[in-house]
């Protein structure tokens, strides 16, 4: 009696289980329904929008992930000379590459972006509105056609609104989304150098002074451009 009393026990509660299904379960669900999003849709590495891809293996997917240098001359051929908006992008930075690389791919359609790598040894702060590296490293900043400089989730919405994709980021034009995409991402960009397993922004910036002393000291890095 006791044996079957505990065997239907264990069914009553395998049919609860059934019926009030855990939210881990729930949450295991999504994560395998939504890893991979509609092929028609394009991926984005920030927080937003709701389908982006769920990384398994954070450091994995981040270490797949190579970024080829692009040099001034290369930013110019590639991009549009009646562009509409500048993106000032890490170069160095993989899983930005990723992003940049999507729009660059749509870009071709629309000629509306010009591509500005900040990593470059050739980037000039006097060419985009004063905005010195260390300051562009800090959060995603945008310059439109008339100087004006869009920084954080308002620099997304109107680089994506320029190759056709404004959709994606149009809900965070309103209160209170427009504040909580903001600050979500703001986490990102203060934590995205630990996160691709790259060095504090103290000993970039010091690695960048050696170069730029040894190259001013020599013709180095002249030979290498060359």
């Known amino acids: 009696m006791a044996l079957r009393g505990a065997a239907g026990a264990a069914a009553s509660a395998s049919c609860r289980r059934q019926r009030n299904p855990s939210i881990f379960s729930i949450s295991n669900h999504l994560t395998t329904k939504f890893r991979n999003p509609p092929p028609h849709h394009p991926k984005t590495l920030w927080p937003f929008p709701l389908y982006q891809p769920v990384l398994q293996s954070p450091i994995r997917a981040v270490s797949q992930v190579r970024s080829e240098p692009v040099s001034k001359k290369q930013d110019e051929e590639q991009s549009p000379k009646n562009w509409k908006i500048k993106m000032l992008y890490d170069g160095d930075c993989p899983l930005c590459m990723r992003e940049v690389n999507m729009l660059r791919e749509r870009n071709k359609r629309h ?116």
């Not at 209170?176 to 060095?199: M, S």
Request: aromatic share 10%; proline share 3%; hydrophobic share 35%.
């Open 111 to 226: 000629g509306t972006i010009k591509f500005v790598d900040i990593s470059s040894e050739d980037y000039s702060p006097e060419e985009n509105e004063g905005l010195d590296y260390q300051t562009v490293m800090g959060r995603i900043h945008a310059i439109l056609s008339d100087g004006t400089v869009v920084t954080d989730v308002e620099a997304f919405r109107r680089l994506y609104e320029q190759v056709g994709l404004g959709w994606i980021y149009a809900i965070t034009k309103y209160e209170p989304i427009a504040t909580i995409a903001d600050n979500v991402y703001g986490v990102w960009a203060k934590y995205r150098l630990q996160i691709t397993g790259r060095p504090p922004i103290e000993d970039i910036l010091e690695a960048r002074k050696k170069k730029g002393e040894v190259c001013r000291d020599n013709n180095a890095c002249k030979m290498e451009k060359t």
